[in-house]
């Protein structure tokens, strides 16, 4: 396992993929009792066909398998034909579930439960629900630490550092890092601004190397998430809601590069052209 790591750090994966990739490769390994080699790949789509794996997690853990046989130069062209026939089966049921989805929230709403979060002082959910609403992030950009100068950040992980009159965003861990690079903003908002050196000062008994995690642990990020955002919404609805609300070309090629991502897979994961 060591060596498939190995493996998929030189290929440039994020760590938090390379992760995944790993966690895949023991739920497999469980599935087919550490014998997982002495299966056809026929077989093994069978099983995971016949398991209680939902197309989603099927999907991710055929994903992984073929990064496997690639990295063993193994024949994989069935198992990319399958990773094909589940995604186009994740699509329609999208496809369904989005034109049924009415959201009661607006952009407006996501912004009065935005402040309600500084006015409690729930520097923690504002800080997280910012950095979604205003630049449009995933889950894993959020996983960062705080600290109070450039010298004491990585290349490898996010950070919010904390200035005179500003916020630094440093993200260098995202999904799509590998293409985009090391993604940096400056936030001069002064709830934020505040909310991120009460968040620091409050919490300095868990300070290491003068770094504060956000974050104790990163597992199940979208239940941690959920519970940070307004009205418990997942990243990728708040994103949605924002899309609809404004509904520009201009407005979705700035989150499109806020996020990292082509304009075409906005369009295509979110269903631009068909919001009102």
Do not use: A, C, W
């Not at 493996?7 to 009792?33: A, E, P, Q, V, W």
């Not at 995202?174 to 050196?197: D, L, M």
């Not at 940070?228 to 509904?247: G, V, W």
């Amino acid at each position: 396992m060591e060596n498939f790591k190995q493996y998929l750090t030189n290929s440039g994966l994020s760590n938090t993929t390379i992760t995944n990739h790993i966690r895949n490769m023991n739920k497999l390994n469980k599935i087919f009792d550490d014998n997982l080699q002495q299966f056809s790949l026929q077989k093994i789509i069978e099983t995971l066909k016949q398991s209680n794996l939902t197309l989603s997690q099927q999907l991710t853990i055929t994903s992984t398998l073929s990064k496997y046989f690639e990295y063993k130069n193994m024949e994989r062209k069935p198992l990319q034909s399958y990773i094909f026939e589940i995604n186009n089966s994740l699509k329609q049921s999208y496809l369904k579930r989005n034109k049924q989805l009415d959201f009661p929230y607006t952009k407006n709403d996501l912004y009065k439960e935005l402040n309600k979060f500084y006015e409690n002082q729930d520097y923690k959910k504002y800080i997280v629900s910012y950095l979604i609403i205003k630049y449009n992030v995933r889950n894993e950009d959020v996983n960062l630490k705080i600290t109070t100068h450039k010298k004491y950040t990585n290349k490898e992980q996010n950070f919010l550092i904390i200035r005179k009159n500003s916020i630094l965003y440093i993200r260098n861990d995202y999904k799509t890092s590998k293409y985009y690079g090391t993604i940096v903003k400056e936030i001069k908002h002064n709830n934020f601004i505040k909310s991120v050196n009460e968040y620091y000062n409050q919490n300095s008994n868990d300070i290491e190397n003068n770094v504060l995690p956000l974050f104790k642990t990163f597992y199940n990020s979208t239940k941690q998430i959920k519970k940070l955002t307004p009205f418990n919404l997942k990243e990728s609805d708040i994103m949605k809601i924002i899309l609809q609300s404004n509904n520009s070309l201009s407005q979705s090629i700035e989150i499109s590069q806020n996020r990292g991502s082509g304009i075409n897979t906005l369009n295509n994961n979110y269903n631009l052209k068909n919001h009102k």
